[in-house]
């Protein structure tokens, strides 16, 4: 049974950090492309960023030079470091194995101006 975990979202002041984890299991962590997504109310979901098995990484542009995406593939665990957190941040976040079609529950991030 494919799944992944979720944790570190909250409530944080606009400049603020949070450090999302998510943990992976019931599939071969390592091999795949991981990425965190985010969807904001009345908004598409999109990719926030993503991280290789080699650990290559791509980051949207509203997120580059604040946020920084890792991996511990001995853990199967992806993290997301978020710094100088803005408003428009705000989302559920998601983690991902895309390309297998294996999403997270979400966590919710809210940044307050």
């Known amino acids: 049974q494919v799944q992944l975990v979720e944790s570190g979202g909250g409530l944080v002041q606009t400049g603020g950090s949070l450090r999302l984890s998510c943990v992976g299991s019931?599939?071969?962590?390592?091999?795949?492309?991981m990425g965190w997504y985010r969807q904001a109310p009345g908004k598409q979901r999109e990719l926030v960023a993503a991280i290789t098995s080699g650990g290559s990484t791509n980051y949207a542009d509203s997120v580059k030079g604040r946020f920084t995406i890792s991996r511990d593939n001995a853990k199967n665990t992806v993290y997301l470091q978020m710094n100088s957190l803005k408003p428009e941040d705000t989302a559920v976040y998601y983690c991902?194995?895309?390309?297998?079609?294996?999403w997270g529950q979400g966590t919710q991030v809210t940044v307050s101006s």
């Open positions: 019931g599939f071969i962590f390592s091999i795949n492309v």
């Open positions: 991902s194995a895309a390309a297998n079609g294996y």
